[in-house]
């Protein structure tokens, strides 16, 4: 049996190793990888942010996209219970440094805090933000699914407030966002399998919208989603339909985070969960070498399967390298690992539960005609 603690460290052990490998790969086109490494299935050293560091980062560092996570993460292990856009602030005032985060986060992260600290309200954060299709909220909060296990639509409702600091309500980046993280929150459940997970991904890709308008995406999105399931119900194994899926998406390389968006990112990490049946390791080498965004495609394909089938599938050498990384970088806003993220997420989520348990049970104790 996987264990509800095995589910977390695979979320986060596949997020984490997934955007370290990614990363390295990042904007190439898959016959770059392929030529390069044949079938890329190693931790690399790289470059990121050259324009503003000379930092080469070693094998198993993770990126952005983690910094983002590990904030949401040290707020969930400090209140052990759900967070809010409030709670999210209090620990970027606590623990982001300016100085280190040019070398870690995008120029943008370091305005919203700047912003934060003049006293713009959590919630207005996203307003602020020019990106509103990035698909920067859905591949860092994984965290947000795993504290609410088993419960997708509270896992969508965070998102639509902690991911307030990040985007305006209207943008599609929540839409998406909401969707995967209700999804993995349904791959936390004990009985979850491949098609519920992938139902409850559909079933809120009508969240916060209204069927038909214009505005309200949801014909687009649950459109977009049945197609890339319906290329993955083609395939058994998900680098089969890597090239129909570059070709899908090869356009955007002329805007800025063209390669970024969260409608490619999602439906494309989901069809990889599909066509990988939730196997971990199978999901995120296959993001791994899709090209384009490879490190924001691998933690979410990666972060997703993880969630569903547990760390075990996922190799013992790049959970340690990605350790080691972690506790050598003197740049991240957290140095707990993989391990200890994943044992202060399982308390907190443990802790949640028995409060809900606690709060049914005086209800259960009631009086006979108390509810009449």
Not at 224 to 233: D, M, Q, S, T, Y
Request: charged share 20%.
């Amino acid at each position: 049996m996987t264990t509800l603690r095995d589910k977390i460290r695979g979320c986060i052990a596949g997020s984490w190793v997934g955007s370290a490998m990614g990363a390295a790969v990042e904007g190439w086109e898959p016959q770059r990888i392929e030529a390069t490494y044949g079938f890329l299935t190693e931790l690399k050293s790289y470059k990121h942010y050259t324009s503003y560091t000379d930092w080469q980062r070693p094998p198993g560092t993770t990126e952005d996209g983690i910094e983002r996570q590990k904030l949401m993460n040290t707020a969930v292990i400090r209140k052990q219970d759900r967070i809010s856009a409030d709670d999210l602030l209090l620990v970027w005032l606590d623990v982001l440094d300016p100085a280190k985060m040019v070398y870690k986060q995008e120029p943008f992260d370091k305005s919203l805090l700047e912003m934060a600290r003049a006293g713009v309200p959590p919630r207005e954060l996203g307003r602020l933000w020019p990106f509103n299709n990035v698909v920067s909220m859905a591949r860092a909060s994984h965290t947000l699914g795993i504290i609410n296990a088993g419960d997708p639509a509270a896992a969508a409702a965070d998102v639509y407030d902690v991911g307030l600091v990040y985007a305006a309500e209207t943008t599609f980046a929540l839409r998406w966002a909401a969707l995967y993280d209700a999804a993995l929150a349904e791959a936390l459940r004990p009985g979850a399998t491949v098609d519920s997970v992938l139902q409850t991904a559909l079933a809120f890709a009508a969240y916060r919208s209204q069927k038909g308008t214009p505005y309200g995406g949801y014909d687009r999105i649950q459109e977009e989603i049945e197609r890339a399931l319906e290329i993955a119900g083609r395939h058994n194994d998900p680098m089969a339909m890597r090239d129909e899926f570059y070709t899908l998406y090869s356009g955007g390389n002329h805007f800025v985070y063209g390669q970024s968006q969260a409608n490619e990112i999602v439906a494309k990490g989901l069809a990889i969960f599909c066509a990988a049946q939730g196997d971990a390791r199978a999901a995120m080498l296959a993001a791994v070498n899709y090209g384009r965004d490879t490190d924001c495609l691998a933690a979410v394909a990666g972060g997703l399967a993880g969630a569903f089938s547990g760390a075990s599938g996922l190799e013992a050498a790049w959970i340690e390298q990605v350790n080691a990384a972690t506790k050598a970088d003197p740049y991240t806003n957290s140095s707990l690992d993989i391990d200890e993220t994943t044992e202060g997420l399982h308390r907190a989520v443990l802790a949640r539960i028995a409060r809900q348990r606690a709060a049914l049970a005086s209800l259960d104790a009631a009086p006979e005609g108390y509810w009449a």
